[in-house]
């Protein structure tokens, strides 16, 4: 008499979490798109060496690119910040805010 075995799907937790983490840097930038690389990249390790146990390649592949996307839009943000510091007292106008780095010395 053989016990039967039952033949589970694949795991797309880490999948997921790169795609979560991915929609968040669109949001949050930098912040949760190094952790959707990160996590990506292990999804899509796992699944290569074991794609029976692990599943949702495609969600780790998007997941990856929305990430790398956050963090470009990110730094492409930083940078202009940077370039171009006046822009941020027009920010700080805009939205009412104070904005400590809007504010400038003057002498």
Not at 42 to 68: C, H, T
Not at 75 to 89: H, K, N, Q, S, V
């Amino acid at each position: 008499m053989s016990v039967p075995v039952s033949i589970g799907f694949p795991s797309v937790r880490m999948s997921m979490a790169a795609l979560f983490c991915g929609v968040l840097s669109l949001f949050l930038g930098a912040v949760a798109a190094i952790p959707g690389i990160i996590v990506g990249h292990i999804a899509r390790s796992r699944i290569k060496e074991n794609p029976y146990r692990f599943g949702g390649s495609r969600l780790a592949l998007v997941g990856l690119a929305i990430s790398y996307l956050g963090l470009l839009m990110s730094l492409a943000f930083f940078t202009c910040m940077f370039i171009y510091p006046e822009y941020l007292e027009l920010l700080a106008d805009h939205t009412g805010q104070s904005l400590i780095l809007a504010e400038s010395v003057h002498y």
